[in-house]
Each structure stands twice: as structure tokens, then as C-alpha cells.
């Protein structure tokens, strides 16, 4: 697959997550999404966050 890592800011809660989500080409944007769904549906009270094991 090519393409690079999303341009949204790593961070805690939805909209961070949902942003690197929606910046990931296909296909990959699509597992991520069923991935995610997955793990809201299976996972009460779910905190995302979006930490790519950068340094701060």
C-alpha cells in the first residue's frame, strides 16, 4: 500500500480520531472505520485517542 500517515493532529477524544481517520486513503480508511466500529460497538465506554507513538 502506499500513501502516508493522516495530516489531522494526534489527540485525545472523537474528532482527533475521526480526523486521522478520515485523512487515510483507501483501503486502509475503511478498515480503520470497521475497525473503529468494531470497537465502539464490543467496548462499552470506549476513550479514543490518537497517539501514533510519536515523541510530544
Known amino acids: 500500500m502506499t500513501g502516508g500517515a493522516s495530516p ?3 489527540g485525545v477524544g472523537d ?4 480526523a486521522y481517520i478520515a485523512g ?6 475503511g478498515i ?3 475497525v ?3 470497537a465502539a460497538k464490543t ?3 470506549l ?3 490518537d497517539d501514533r507513538g ?3
Open 36 to 38: 473503529d466500529a468494531l
Open 43 to 45: 467496548l462499552p465506554g
Open 47 to 49: 476513550d479514543r485517542a
Open 8 to 10: 489531522a493532529k494526534a
Open 15 to 18: 474528532n482527533p480520531v475521526f
Open 24 to 29: 487515510l486513503p483507501q483501503p486502509r480508511r
Open 54 to 56: 510519536e515523541d510530544p
Open 32 to 34: 480503520a472505520e470497521a
